[in-house]
C-alpha cells in the first residue's frame, strides 16, 4: 500500500471531497446551476474514489478499453483491475462490486483518459454511496498503516447512509 507520505491535511482534503457527496447525492436535477454542481461532484467523487483505492492497492487500468453495455460488462471491468484489486474486490457482494468498478471506470474516463472516450459509466446515487462507503471501511480498517489517517477527524470514515 502506498500514502505513506501523506499528512493529515492531505487525508482530510481527500476525505472533504467526499463529503460533498452527502449533500449533492440528492441533487439530480433541478436547475442549471444544481445539476452542474451535481455532475462536479459526482465527477470529483470518482476521482477522488479512484485516488484512494490506488493507495489502498486497487488499481484498475481502463485506458483503451472498450467497455460493453451487456451482460459481461461486470466482468470485463473487474477484468482491468490488477491483482490485489481482484482479490479486494472478490470479497465485495456482487452488487457493491459493480457499484465500485462503476465509479472507478468513470473516475478514470472523466479525467484520467478522456480521450478514450466511452464515458458510458452507470453510476448514480447508489453507486456513488456504496463505492465512498466501500472505500471509508477499507481506510478505517486500515488505518493503523498511515498514521496520519489516524488523527482525522472520525466522522470523516462514517457511513453516508
Not at 21 to 33: A, I, L, P
Not at 59 to 64: D, L, N, Q, T, V
Not at 89 to 106: G, I, W
Request: hydrophobic content about 35%.
Amino acid at each position: 500500500m502506498s500514502g505513506k507520505n501523506l499528512e493529515t491535511t492531505d487525508w482530510e482534503h481527500r476525505l472533504n471531497n467526499l463529503w460533498a457527496w452527502r449533500k449533492w447525492r440528492h441533487t439530480t436535477s433541478g436547475n442549471c446551476d444544481e445539476r452542474a454542481t451535481y455532475g462536479v461532484v459526482l465527477d470529483g467523487c470518482a476521482v477522488t474514489v479512484r485516488a484512494l483505492c490506488g493507495i489502498i492497492g486497487v488499481k484498475c487500468y481502463f485506458e483503451g478499453e472498450t467497455i460493453s453495455q451487456g451482460q459481461n460488462r461486470m466482468q470485463e471491468l473487474f477484468n482491468c483491475c490488477n491483482k490485489v484489486g481482484k482479490e479486494l474486490v472478490s470479497k465485495l457482494p456482487l452488487e457493491n462490486q459493480r457499484c465500485l468498478l462503476e465509479v472507478l471506470y468513470l473516475g478514470n474516463r472523466a479525467v484520467a483518459h478522456p480521450d478514450d472516450g466511452g464515458l458510458d459509466h452507470k453510476t448514480g446515487k447508489e453507486e456513488m454511496t456504496v463505492a465512498i462507503n466501500i472505500v471509508l471501511d477499507w481506510l478505517a480498517t486500515n488505518k493503523s498503516q498511515w498514521p496520519a489517517l489516524a488523527k482525522v477527524p472520525k466522522e470523516f470514515l462514517e457511513h453516508i447512509k
